[in-house]
Structure formats: C-alpha cells, structure tokens
C-alpha cells in the first residue's frame, strides 16, 4: 500500500538517530525521543495536513523559540500557533528546556 506524504515524514522522524562524534561538552537533542508528547504531536499535525498524496517540497529547518519545533515537533511552528491555528494543544510546553 502506498504511504501518505504525512506517513513519509512520521517515518522520517521516527527513524532520526545520531550515533557520529561531537566535540566534548555537546550533545545531541532528540524531541521525539526525549518526550513522547512530541511525537504524538507531530503525528498529529501531519495526519491532519498532510495524509495525502500530493507531491510536496519539505523544507527542514527549526522556530528557534523555547516553544518551537524542539517542543511541537513541527518544522516552524510554536505552541501558540499550534493551538491556536491548528488545533492541536499540548501538555508538556517546557519539557526539553529543563535539560539546558
């Protein structure tokens, strides 16, 4: 069965790990391993955009917000607009951030 550009991206997201070298005192900061919330999120906002099969450009980038992408797990988009606009709330708004 053919997947849905939104089950391509969950895929995608579900899979990122990274196991390379980081220079002393770095780490590497996963939302949606770190908190689950975030890719329940994440699952949902694709679900409801994206669960077709139209061919799209996905641009990678983060809203470097304490509420952005590292919170929603969604590509520029806040907490706020993810309420407020989409209809997805979430619980968790400071989880990642207690770690910095």
């Known amino acids: 069965?053919?997947?849905?550009?939104a089950d391509k991206v969950i895929d995608f997201n579900s899979s990122l790990n990274?196991?390379?070298d980081l220079p002393e005192g770095f780490k590497v900061m996963n939302p949606y391993l770190d908190n689950p919330e975030t890719m329940d999120v994440m699952q949902q906002f694709y679900n409801?955009?994206?669960?077709?099969?139209k061919q799209r450009k996905f641009i990678i980038?983060?809203?470097p917000s304490r509420n952005g992408a590292g919170i929603t797990g969604i590509l520029f988009t806040d907490t706020?607009?993810?309420?407020s606009v989409c209809g997805i709330k979430t619980k968790t708004i400071n989880f990642?951030?207690?770690y910095c």
């Open 1 to 5: 069965m053919p997947k849905t550009f």
């Open 18 to 20: 990274y196991n390379g």
């Open 48 to 53: 409801k955009y994206y669960s077709d099969f």
């Open 61 to 63: 980038g983060i809203n």
């Open 80 to 83: 706020k607009r993810l309420e």
């Open 96 to 98: 990642l951030f207690l």
